[in-house]
Structure formats: C-alpha cells, structure tokens
C-alpha cells in the first residue's frame, strides 16, 4: 500500500448546514483496492462528508481529488461518470418504478448493450432481484431493497462505491448478508468507501477506518487494530 | 339523440381539458409546482396558429406546427428565467411567480395582438357527419380532438414507460437527489417537461379555439383553471389520472350546460372539485402520500 496512489483524497473539508459546522476540517484518503470505513456515532459528519464527494453538498472550503483530478464544483450527476457511485442513506430506490427500471436508472449514463450486460451481472449477484424484476421496488423487504440499492449502484460499474449504513433496519442475519456482498464486491476489484454506525461490522471487513467525532477525525489506523482498541471498544462496540 | 350528442361534444370538450391537464400534472410531478400560466400558453398557442393561418397565410398543419414549436420554446425559456432561479425557494414564492407569469403572459398578448377578438377558423375542414336521418350531427373537429387526445395519452404512457428519458422523469417525480445519483441530469429533464407540457397546451388551444372560435388574450384562463381542476380530481402528478379528470369535467360541463343550465355549469364544475377533494383529497388516480416517520 506504500507504493499506490490515493484514489481519492480528502483534505480539509469544511461543510456547514446554515450556520452549522457540520464537517470540520476532515482529511482522509482511499487507495485504490481497499475498504476503507468512516465509523461514528449519529450526527458525527459521516454522511455528510460522503454526500460531499458525491456532489449533493457543497463543501465551504477543502479539497476532494478523484484519481488525481479535483471534484469541487462538479454537479452530482457527473459524478457517476467519473466511477464514483453512491449507495445512498435510507437505500432511496424509486419506489414506484420496477426493480428493473431501478437497475436502468442505475445504468443511466451507460449505452444499452453495458446496461444489459451488467443487468445479467447484477441478477447473477442478486437472484432475489431476478424473481422480483417486475415488482415496484417500494413493494420489496428491507433487504431485498438495500439489495436493489447496491445493484443499482452496481449497474454503473464504479471504481469506487460509497455506501451510507447499508446495515440501518435490517436484521442481523441479512446484516451479515450485506457485508459479505460488500467483501465480495471489494475482492472483484470495487474500491468501497463505507459509513456505518455498526462500528463492529463494518471494522471486520474493512482495511483502514477512521473514527470521526462532532464532525472530526479523532483516530484512524488499520480496522483491525481499532478493533482491539480500547477507547473505540468502549465508545462504539459496548466495551 | 339530445344526450348522444351531448356526450360526444363533452368527450370533446373533455378531451381539451385532459390534454391541458396533462402539462399541469407532469409539470406538478417533477418540478412540485402549479404552473398557473400553463393555460395562458393555450392562448398563445391559438395567436400563433391563428397567425399562421390568417396573416401568413401558410398551409393549416405547417400552422400548427408553428405553435407546438412556438410554445415549446415559450415553455423552456419562462421554465429557465422564472421558476429555474426558485428551484429552491419556498412553494409560496414559485406560486406567486407562477401567477406574475400568467399576467405576464396575457398582458403581453393584448399588447401585441390587442383586445378585439379573433374568429378562429377551424383546423378541419370537413362537413359534419350526419347520422341516423340527421338526428345525430357530429362535428368533425370533436371527432379530431377526441382522437388526438387518444393518441397523446398512449404516446405519454409509452414515453414514460418505455424510453430511457421517460423513465428518468419519472425517476426525478421520485426522488432527485437519488437521480442525480444516477447520472440523470434534474435540470435538462425538468426543462423537458415544460417542453412537453407547452408543446401539448398548443395543441389544446388550437383544438379548443377549433371548437370555440373566439380567440382573445384571456382565452386561456378559465380552460387552464378548468384543466387544473381535472388535473386535481383525476390525482395531480398522475397522467392517467389527468385524461380521466379532463374527460369527466368535460362531459360533466356539458352535461350541467344542457340539463341545468349554462350560468349553473361553471359553478357546478368546480362544486364537483369541492366534493371530491371532500370525499377523496388525493383524487381518482392519486396516490395518498403518507407522512414518513
């Protein structure tokens, strides 16, 4: 990991709800390859430090740089084109469209052909959503739908995927489901970068973390370590 | 024989409203907004087909197409310089605006083309048809303005079905920070449906002024609230539901105009917006929305 290059770099970033600092003065970054995971209680600025880097906010002062090019300014919808994809908080699928037409959307700035292709791609990964193409995506379960929210961000085969508490509602069974999806992603080639509030999951599978606090980055280091760190167990992993 | 043609003249009249009604609700589903000077583009609909017609004296259907495209643009560019700064601005204000550009809009026509009335002649130049000894008339432009109404709604369905764009309105109705996730671009889909919903006003004002030839800068009003009406009762943001609203609110007008009488009928119209928004405030089609917890 020495020799590689950053995939994205955040330095210093600054963002402000009104008059409220909500993100201040965060750096991180995520080499290509790894899963890398920003762990926290609610309200510490994890998602919206991701929802800066996709475009929906715009951060006061700092830098985002995507392989090497900087991403303030650009609007959100470009943003897919460059690789990123966000898996966003609460899943958002577009309830009264089909599983089907959700995938689609997902393939939006694709041609027709990559959209089938990767469609059959996303079947294979999840053949629950194969069985329920023609349903509406507001009629699925919750995991069924955080399901349709990574395969959707699938569709546009990003080099990096962003994922805002893909665990949130879901039970414990189909938490461990997601993660190993989240690894398998990872192992074929996906950079991941994760927010989560399941501080233990999201540890066991990532590479690095960092812990942010009130909208600050208080630790940082190998998951693995933090893991067995005794402030991070006490805070986040009920001792 | 009275009701029969009664009915075809509502069908006909309805299926006006139901293509106005149209522009209102997609306007309504992507951009969360009452475009209350989408029945003023009817109206300079009519003005440019009229000119078409009239003063330059070009071939009826290369008129019409003058004022589909004439209002297309009209839609984009009042999209662009007045509701596009308020995307974020609160619903109070995109209202108000949106009632400024309605007078703006009539204002404008009376300037330019003044307040004396235009006798409009009809697109279709056919005798009527005569049924059943000639018990049953029917003009052939409500035969025209019924089917075109057909053909527009199944266009819309497979448009939103269908196509990659159609899908993508639907998607921003939805939910636009999800389809901007996506790629999708708010704004040049937003724009689009003005385009659209402009492009279907001129067509409904040239088929209304068809029927109803007296073409004035206020033509547009009473139809355009009419339509939001039917807009309402069919479920605003629904498409089906806007063609259905159209159709019902113009068979009933008719219906009031004949059986009731015609100072009653405007009155009984919009009682039946009171009593459905009474019995079923998300209308026929509509979808009740639920608060999220």
Redesign the interface.
């Known amino acids: 990991m020495v020799n590689s290059v950053s995939m994205l770099k955040i330095s210093d970033l600054n963002v402000y709800y009104g008059a409220i600092h909500a993100v201040k003065g965060v750096s991180f970054e995520v080499e290509k390859g790894e899963i890398v995971t920003l762990i926290g209680a609610n309200g510490a600025g994890k998602s919206t430090t991701l929802n800066s880097v ?3 906010l715009k951060p006061r002062t700092g830098s985002v740089e995507f392989e090497g090019e900087s991403l303030i300014g650009v ?7 460059k690789g990123i ?2 898996c ?1 908080e609460g899943r ?6 089909t599983v089907r ?1 959700n995938l ?3 393939a ?2 694709r041609s ?1 052909e990559e959209a089938h292709e990767m469609r059959k791609v996303v079947y294979e990964r999840f053949p629950r959503l194969l069985e329920r193409r023609t349903q509406p995506g507001g009629t699925l379960s919750g995991g069924e739908q955080q399901m349709l929210a990574m395969g ?2 699938l569709m ?1 085969k990003p080099k990096l995927m962003m994922l805002d508490e893909p665990s949130m509602g879901l039970a414990p069974i189909l938490v461990q489901e997601i993660f190993q999806i989240i690894k398998d992603l990872n192992e074929q080639g996906t950079t991941i970068l994760l927010v989560e509030q399941n501080a233990s999951m999201a540890l066991s599978i990532a590479d690095r973390a960092y812990v942010l606090e009130t909208g600050r980055v208080t630790m940082s280091g190998n998951a693995n370590d933090l893991l067995h760190d005794k402030r991070v167990r006490e805070a986040y992993l009920g001792g | 024989m009275g009701f029969l043609s009664n009915l075809i003249n509502g069908i006909s009249l309805g299926s006006v409203y139901a293509i106005i009604a149209l522009g209102y609700t997609m306007v309504y589903g992507i951009a969360k907004m009452l475009n209350f000077a989408h029945g003023d583009v009817i109206m300079v609909g009519g003005y440019l087909c009229f000119i078409g017609m009239s003063s330059l004296g070009l071939p009826t259907v290369v008129a019409v197409l003058l004022s589909i495209v004439g209002c297309t643009c009209l839609g984009i560019v009042v999209e662009r310089l007045a509701y596009k700064p308020l995307r974020e601005a609160p619903s109070l204000a995109v209202l108000i605006t949106a009632i400024g550009v309605s007078y703006f809009l009539q204002n404008s026509a009376l300037l330019i083309w003044g307040a004396d009335p235009k006798v409009f002649k009809s697109i279709v130049d056919l005798p009527s048809i005569s049924l059943f000894d000639g018990q049953l008339v029917i003009g052939p432009i409500n035969l025209v303005t019924a089917l075109t109404c057909l053909v527009i709604m199944v266009c819309l369905t497979l448009f939103t079905s269908r196509t990659k764009m159609g899908k993508a309105m639907r998607a921003c109705s939805e939910d636009k920070g999800a389809a901007q996730l996506m790629g999708i671009n708010v704004n040049t889909t937003i724009s689009m449906v003005f385009a659209i919903g402009s492009g279907l006003a001129a067509i409904a004002g040239v088929l209304l002024c068809s029927t109803y030839p007296t073409l004035m800068p206020t033509t547009g009003a009473l139809p355009g609230i009419k339509a939001f009406t039917a807009a309402v009762i069919g479920g605003i943001g629904s498409i089906p539901g806007a063609a259905l609203g159209g159709v019902l609110l113009g068979i009933i007008e008719i219906f009031a105009k004949a059986y009731i009488g015609t100072q009653l009928a405007d009155a009984i119209v919009f009682g039946v917006l009171i009593v459905m928004l009474l019995i079923r405030p998300a209308g026929l089609l509509g979808k009740e929305i639920h608060e999220k917890v």
């Open positions: 996709a475009g929906l609007p959100a919808h470009k943003m897919v084109s994809a966000l966003p958002r699928i577009f309830q009264d469209m037409e689609e959307m997902g939006f700035t027709d959707r961000a546009s």
